[in-house]
């Protein structure tokens, strides 16, 4: 039987209107397709198209379910790449980081010989009133010890020098800096929680550990806010070409998170902040007396605390001595009973205390802390940064209390090639211990720490599966019964980071509802080789539906 134009025409749109009349016929400000989109919800969906209206994600779906049903001016067509939940990271130090992009960079240095290079090529280049630089790690050297300040003298002998070790933990500084601080001295004491090495003479050789360091840094002036404002617009391209959407600032005095929410408001700053104001009596009270700020790009309503120093410098506060450096357990940077004033105050005012505590002696002495006021179960959501090195019997303690742990992966592969000198054979087997962490809340908040480590999200996650560095050692992996598995990274990086925060119901996973933050990568992070992922690319970062940066672009 032969069918007429007509009965062809009547037929399809016959079948149009059963399949459904309403073609296109809902609006959105953009459409995202042909790809996958790795939504992370509790059943692990996967979605091949979305729909974005006033920032949030109206619908996920099939390619065909929502390109029929949704129109839009804006569309993104994925090209059969991947999206995350936006990547987020659990603790970094974003002013720290852009501040330092104006500092000489001593960051993968070999010998002490080459920093000072480094320092006096920086000063030709940029010359200012102190000579100031980040990086430097000792271990990384053949010879693995502190330097003295010689070299430095030598150099620069008229201006001051200020070089901060790679962890925050330690400065290197020169005479006169020393000098310009009034600490050029045979004698006199550090201050608690801190150290001053001396040399010849009772002299100081120039390193200065955890509190000593603010007698030096309390002099060095700031960067005019003109350039500060540049390299914090720097630091957030580069961030955002690495698919990061937001971050965890742990440790802001209040006029540098106001600083953060004007440029939110002038609409420069793009990236959503979770800043922590710094352990300072002031602005411990200044949180408490504005109470919490809970904005869609900036939240503030957490402390952070420094309950210890760092391992690398021997500042980690430890139960038994250090195997390198016998009768030395590190320091205890913070007074226990105004600590625990601190924490009565921030339990009745409902705001969040998050601990820096490396050592297993720190540990201890804030899980000890944290129970006397939280006393059990609870969705207060204290946090421990770091938790490096955990005493057996104090692991249940995390769990007990719903302390949060929160760890950078990329610490373990950093800390692994000298950190058993630290701890010795049978201490180093329970570090880094993440997968113990997990197992005590079902989550770990994942992050990088940055600048301590690098900014690279790929780097974190391979770290966390493989337990190896970007080159692949070692073989099998670091204490490989700790890594965590592909899809507890993953959500270590984005709904675990949220939920650290109070965020989960935005932020997260790709759900309706929540805000479209995304991460567009090239391939799929959950089914390649973890060593591939290194090689992956980022195409895209979307925040609040809006691409602030695309590979293409």
Not at 175 to 183: D, K
Not at 480 to 492: F, M, P, V
């Amino acid at each position: 039987m032969r069918f007429s134009t007509y009965n062809v025409l009547l037929a399809l749109v016959t079948s149009l209107c059963v399949s459904g009349c309403g073609f296109k016929s809902e609006s959105a400000d953009s459409i995202v397709h042909n790809g996958t989109i790795i939504t992370m919800d509790a059943q692990n969906s996967i979605g091949r198209a979305m729909a974005i209206r006033n920032g949030r994600i109206l619908a996920i779906g099939a390619e065909r379910e929502i390109l029929n049903r949704y129109r839009a001016t804006e569309v993104t067509d994925l090209k059969g790449g991947v999206v995350f939940p936006g990547l987020m990271d659990g603790h970094a130090h974003l002013v720290g980081y852009a501040d330092g992009l104006l500092e000489a960079n001593l960051f993968a240095t070999e010998s002490w010989e080459e920093a000072v290079g480094r320092m006096v090529a920086h000063d030709q280049e940029r010359p200012n009133e102190w000579v100031v630089g980040r990086g430097w790690d000792q271990n990384d050297w053949e010879e693995p010890r502190f330097p003295t300040r010689l070299l430095l003298d030598e150099y620069f002998p008229d201006k001051p020098v200020v070089l901060e070790r790679i962890d925050g933990h330690a400065l290197i500084v020169n005479r006169i800096a020393l000098e310009l601080a009034g600490l050029w001295s045979a004698s006199g004491a550090a201050p608690e929680g801190g150290e001053i090495l001396r040399g010849e003479g009772g002299y100081p050789t120039g390193v200065l550990v955890d509190n000593a360091c603010a007698l030096i840094q309390k002099h060095v002036p700031r960067r005019a806010p003109a350039e500060r404002f540049e390299a914090l617009m720097e630091a957030q391209e580069n961030l955002l070409a690495q698919g990061i959407t937001g971050l965890t600032d742990a440790g802001l005095a209040p006029g540098e998170i106001l600083r953060l929410d004007s440029l939110h408001g002038t609409g420069d700053l793009k990236l959503r902040i979770n800043a922590m104001v710094n352990s300072e009596d002031s602005s411990i009270q200044w949180l408490r007396a504005r109470g919490p700020i809970l904005k869609d790009r900036l939240t503030v309503r957490s402390v952070k605390f420094y309950m210890d120093g760092a391992l690398g410098s021997r500042g980690a506060l430890l139960l038994e001595p250090y195997s390198d450096r016998p009768g030395w357990h590190g320091l205890g940077t913070q007074d226990a009973s105004w600590f625990r004033e601190q924490l009565e105050a921030l339990a009745l005012d409902s705001l969040q205390a998050a601990t820096h505590c490396i050592g297993d002696s720190a540990v201890r002495w804030v899980l000890d802390a944290y129970q006397e006021i939280l006393g059990g179960t609870n969705d207060r959501r204290w946090r421990i940064e770091h938790a490096q090195v955990v005493a057996p019997k104090d692991f249940d303690g995390f769990g007990r209390n719903s302390i949060i742990p929160s760890v950078q992966p990329t610490h373990a592969t950093s800390d692994m090639y000298w950190a058993g000198e630290r701890l010795g054979r049978n201490r180093i087997r329970r570090a880094y211990a993440y997968q113990e962490l997990l197992g005590q809340l079902g989550m770990v908040a994942l992050g990088t720490d940055f600048p301590v480590e690098d900014i690279d999200p790929r780097k974190t996650f391979f770290a966390s599966v493989a337990r190896r560095d970007a080159n692949g050692f070692p073989e099998g992996g670091f204490q490989a019964n700790n890594s965590l598995s592909k899809e507890q990274t993953l959500r270590g990086m984005t709904q675990w980071v949220a939920l650290a925060q109070f965020q989960e119901s935005d932020l997260g996973t790709v759900e309706v509802g929540k805000w479209a933050d995304l991460t567009w990568m090239d391939r799929n992070w959950m089914t390649i080789d973890p060593i591939d992922v290194l090689d992956t690319r980022v195409l895209g970062t979307c925040i609040a539906g809006e691409w602030l940066f695309r590979a293409d672009r």
